[in-house]
T-cell receptor, first 116, second 115 residues
């Protein structure tokens, strides 16, 4: 079946603008995760959902970042008043079950955000 | 302290040789899971292999195997008979405890396979 999809794939915006990044998880996957990946680094956890409930948002850098998953499927990560330091690859992942050590996360292609 | 340490920023290996990518981890939780992901130049993140802390045997998936040394907190990835298509960034990652869903990633190792 289809994998995790993300849109847009590339986003260039001016400093101070708001951006919304979308993630469409694998059908039937309960859990959805957002990560940020700087160039040459591993992904860094931002937040995750089980169904529509946001379980952990400890990785969100500040209150300009927010995420929602209102119907337990598609999720949106919103960054308000973007800053140049927000430039990164934003990755979404989904997994089949809630928790469990072996629950594998499958990643989308990412959205490359550039803030000018 | 870093939770996941990958000490090899880059490696060059001749095609068809076996390669070992190092990973050490730090956790006080007796229950944890270890993952390896591959990131080719296309940018996708591809799941390769999983090892649970209570698993008795080393995990294997095709040409990939995980050399799990629990006492040393080491989870090295071994790729047998390397191929040109194995050239990529490789990330070691860990999930701690049954109730924590987030995965912590290392900084990665860039592997170059030479023809």
């Amino acid at each position: 079946g289809a994998g995790v999809s993300q849109s847009p794939r590339y986003k260039v915006t001016k400093r101070g603008q708001d951006v919304a990044l979308r993630c469409d998880p694998i059908s039937g996957h309960v859990s959805l995760y957002w990560y940020r990946q700087a160039l040459g680094q591993g992904p860094e956890f931002l937040t995750y959902f089980n169904y529509e409930a946001q379980q952990d948002k400890s990785g969100l850098p500040n209150d300009r970042f927010s995420a929602e998953r209102p119907e337990g499927s598609i999720s949106t990560l919103t960054i308000q008043r973007t800053e140049q330091r927000d430039s990164a690859m934003y990755r979404c992942a989904s997994s089949l079950a809630m928790g469990g050590l072996k629950d594998t996360q499958y990643f989308g292609p990412g959205t490359r955000l550039t803030v000018l | 302290a870093q939770k996941i340490t990958q000490t090899q920023p880059g490696m060059f290996v001749q095609e068809k040789e076996a390669v070992t990518l190092d990973c050490t981890y730090d956790t006080s939780d007796p229950s944890y899971g270890l993952f390896w992901y591959k990131q080719p130049s296309s940018g996708e993140m591809i799941f390769l292999i999983y090892q649970g802390s209570y698993d008795q045997q080393n995990a294997t998936e095709g040409r990939y195997s995980l050399n799990f040394q629990k006492a040393r907190k080491s989870a090295n990835l071994v790729i047998s008979a390397s191929q040109l298509g194995d050239s990529a960034m490789y990330f070691c990652a860990m999930r701690e405890g049954e109730g924590d869903d987030k995965i912590i990633f290392g900084k990665g190792t860039r592997l170059h396979i030479l023809p």
